[in-house]
């Protein structure tokens, strides 16, 4: 692209005033059009993007658009060429795009939300007037102008309605905004874009966007499994008629659409009168997003990632932006962050001076990264750098094998995006945190990975040293929370600490200071669960993964959560995207070695142990664990003795599998142990009962199968979610048919519907 500077003359008529952004496939100033006297808006063609699909798509948009003359849609003036350069002059809008509104402000009120949608609408039924369908509606196309006004803009892949029916060239438009029929590639018409203003209107009432998965692929198939979640289950106060709009607009069938843009303006219209004009209750009370501390400087992070250097054959070049734009994309949906879209350093590709790109585009830091391709193994070395100083503040080195394109946009750039996320928060807090502080803090981030709470180097006591240093430090106060709720899971008070109270205070702490961080939610989540309150857990694990969507270890939980509810596969998929984000979270062999002990799949069992001993050694408790419940299962006797030989001295929380395992060795030993640990279960959380109460079932049913339906009984009736469990442990076989087993299950069922 021709460099550009404020105040240079483009094509011998415009003066360029200041780069707006990007929009669309182009790069957008406000310029003087020395010919007219007028201020316009200038988008300029990305070099990158030069090829004739390209330039015909830019034409189309020119050709489309200047049919429609409607007060709620951007009147496009003029397509031109200047050197290498096309272009493309339109009407200046003062204002922001919808998604920059929804990023700052949230929710809005019903009545915005309606009346944006109205007008937006109303757009659309100008634009389809003309036989055009815009096909790529989305919160960056629509602008909301100053005087309040909402205008409508990029038909860059909007097609004449003929045309549209007749392609089936795949999906063309922004995955997450797409119509079912667009995702399948099938013929398109106007009820596409309204059930794109139908994903618009639930993600301004409620704050985010149905069907969220964790890549913008993933959302966009999410919509052809299933129908849209009701927005009350988010914002209980949108009213019941906008809610049943909404309803209409996101259904799979296009019949049932609503068919005309302007009726739809006119249903809009009368919910508009009587909406709450007030802004919306959101779910649970949550702290601004948290701001980013570089010397003395505090404001919202913004960060440039620049297009990544390349090493490699010349035929697989397009990878390193790919991932760039992917890490873009990815990041830009994690709160707190402004991201600058990857059109803005394109320029500095080969100048890649930090403080030059932060004095240039405003931003507090800066994403460099390599990408390094030699035969089937990739290399990906990115770091973290402050735009003012130029010090870098964090990098990673992330070494793989190639399967294909895919793999580089999707899974690494995840992966990277995660570990960034870690990074910029830790680093945030430089400068304001001491050094040791956030090396107490990163220690302690090793041992809860090592599953390592309690004790004088577990999480908590390190956490409590990098807190005593900085008592604001917010990484530090969410860990903490996270540490001392995974602590209380063992009953009674240990160590000279009553756990459910430091637990319950520390998340009090964190949720009040920390709010704006995911770990906190996270947090709040393992203790709904071990309140037995699975639909308050589920709420925070949803807002865990709508402030970080690449967070490991909340899709580690919720696939835990999952697999227990028996929805299997949809676990099993969190638990491995979770090690794709995060190869190191070892306990997600753990649950997916449980999945396919399950399953009968004791192969696969087997290996993901192996993978959990390799991570955190034979001797680890979780490790033993696994173990021990998988050869109780399948009545593995040698293994059992060799369990039993390990844990002949256990003491604390190993105390608990040593007695498991003599147990399951003496059926008459079994019995006495399931009543030791039914009265243990009343001392517990919840959740710890009904573990508990599991244990003495397995203990009890082949000697007293009396004693292990009360077991079972008591686990239903209180908080158990475990429907795996009842419905294919194999050692439950003997009481398979009893009435017991039959109650619990119909019980436990209704409790895995989750919320």
Same mark, same amino acid.
């Given at each position: ?142 602008? !909301? &102008?100053?005087?309040? +006004?909402? %205008? @409508? /803009?990029?038909?860059?892949? =909007? #097609?004449?309605?003929?045309?549209? *029916? ?75 008629? !906008? &809610?049943?709009?909404? +309803?209409? %607009? @996101? /259904?799979?069938?296009?019949? =049932? #659409?609503?068919?005309?843009?302007? *009726? ?76 600058? &879209? ?12 930090? #403080? ?400």
């Amino acid at each position: 692209m021709i460099a550009l500077e404020p105040g240079a003359l483009f094509a011998d008529r415009y003066r360029l005033i200041r780069h707006l952004g990007r929009g669309g496939m182009g790069a957008v100033w406000e310029v003087d059009d020395e010919q007219v006297g007028e201020r316009v808006a200038l988008k300029l063609l990305l070099v990158d993007d030069v090829s004739p699909d390209g330039i015909d798509r830019f034409r189309r948009e020119v050709r489309l658009a200047r049919k429609v003359a409607h007060p709620n849609v951007v009147r496009l003036h003029d397509l031109g060429r200047h050197e290498r350069q096309w272009f493309l002059s339109m009407e200046l809008v003062v204002g922001r795009d919808l998604r920059a509104v929804l990023r700052d402000e949230g929710p809005l009120a019903p009545a915005t939300a309606i009346r944006i949608a109205r007008e937006v609408a109303l757009a659309l039924g100008a634009v389809h007037a003309q036989g055009v369908v815009h096909r790529d509606l989305k919160p960056a196309n629509v602008i !909301v &102008a100053s005087d309040e +006004r909402v %205008l @409508l /803009t990029d038909f860059g892949v =909007a #097609r004449l309605a003929a045309d549209a *029916v007749r392609s089936r060239s795949g999906m063309v438009g922004t995955p997450v905004y797409m119509a079912p029929e667009q995702v399948l590639g099938a013929p398109v018409d106007g009820r596409a874009d309204l059930y794109a203003l139908g994903l618009m209107l639930f993600e301004m009432l409620t704050g985010r966007v149905p069907f969220v998965a964790e890549t913008a692929i993933a959302t966009a198939l999410a919509r052809l499994q299933r129908d849209a979640p009701d927005p009350r289950t988010f914002e209980p106060r949108i009213p019941d008629d !906008v &809610a049943e709009l909404v +309803r209409q %607009l @996101l /259904t799979r069938e296009t019949d =049932a #659409r609503p068919g005309d843009a302007n *009726v739809l303006a006119e249903a809009l219209e009368t919910l508009a009168a009587t909406a709450p004009r007030d802004a919306p209750r959101r779910v649970s009370a949550m702290p601004t997003a948290p701001t980013l501390r570089l010397g003395a400087r505090r404001h919202e992070r913004t960060l440039a990632v620049l297009p990544f250097v390349y090493r490699g054959p010349s035929d697989d070049a397009y990878l390193a932006d790919a991932l760039a734009e992917e890490l873009v994309d990815i990041l830009s949906r994690t709160q707190g962050l402004r991201m600058l &879209a990857l059109g803005a350093t394109r320029p500095f590709h080969e100048m890649r001076d930090p #403080r030059v790109i932060g004095a240039d585009l405003d931003c507090d830091a800066v994403v460099d990264g390599t990408l390094q391709l030699a035969g089937d193994r990739v290399r990906i070395a990115v770091r973290l750098v402050d735009a003012r100083s130029g010090e870098q503040m964090w990098n990673e080195r992330i070494d793989g094998t190639l399967l294909d394109a895919f793999e580089v946009q999707d899974k690494v750039a995840r992966r990277v995006a995660e570990a960034l996320r870690v990074g910029l928060t830790t680093q945030s807090y430089r400068g304001s945190a001491p050094q040791e502080a956030i090396e107490a803090y990163l220690r302690a981030r090793a041992r809860l990975q090592e599953l390592q709470f309690r004790g004088a180097g577990g999480a908590v006591t390190l956490l409590e040293d990098a807190l005593e240093l900085a008592p604001d430090f917010a990484p530090a106060l969410s860990a903490h929370a996270l540490a001392s709720v995974r602590a209380w899971f063992l009953p009674g008070v240990e160590e000279g600490r009553d756990w459910e109270a430091v637990a319950r205070s520390s998340i009090a702490r964190a949720t009040e200071r920390a709010g704006a961080l995911a770990e906190t939610h996270l947090a709040a989540a393992s203790l709904a669960v071990q309140d037995g309150d699975y639909g308050a857990a589920m709420v925070a694990l949803r807002r865990a993964l709508a402030i970080a969507p690449t967070f490991a270890e909340a899709h580690e939980y919720l696939g835990r959560l999952l697999l227990e509810a028996d929805r299997g596969e949809e676990g099993a998929s969190h638990l491995r995207h979770a090690l794709e984000l995060d190869p190191s979270l070892a306990r997600a062999f753990a649950e997916l070695a449980r999945h396919h002990a399950l399953e009968g799949r004791w192969p696969a069992f087997d290996a993901a142990v192996n993978e959990l001993s390799t991570r955190l050694g034979e001797d680890a408790a979780a490790t033993l664990q696994a173990r021990m419940r998988g050869a109780a299962w399948r009545r593995d006797g040698e293994v059992l003795d060799a369990i039993a030989s390990r844990l002949a001295d256990a003491t604390g929380d190993r105390a608990m599998m040593s007695r498991y395992v003599r147990g399951m060795q003496e059926p008459k030993l079994g019995v006495e142990t399931a009543k030791a640990f039914l009265a243990l279960a009343a001392e517990g959380n919840r959740r710890f009962a009904a573990f508990a109460a599991q244990l003495a079932a397995e203990l009890a049913v082949a000697a007293d199968p009396a004693l292990a339906c009360e077991a079972i009984a008591f686990a239903a009736s209180g908080s158990l979610l475990d429907l795996a469990w009842l419905r294919r442990c194999p050692l439950l076989d003997v009481v398979r048919e009893t009435d017991a087993l039959r109650a619990a299950t119909a019980t436990v069922a209704a409790r895995a519907a989750l919320g």
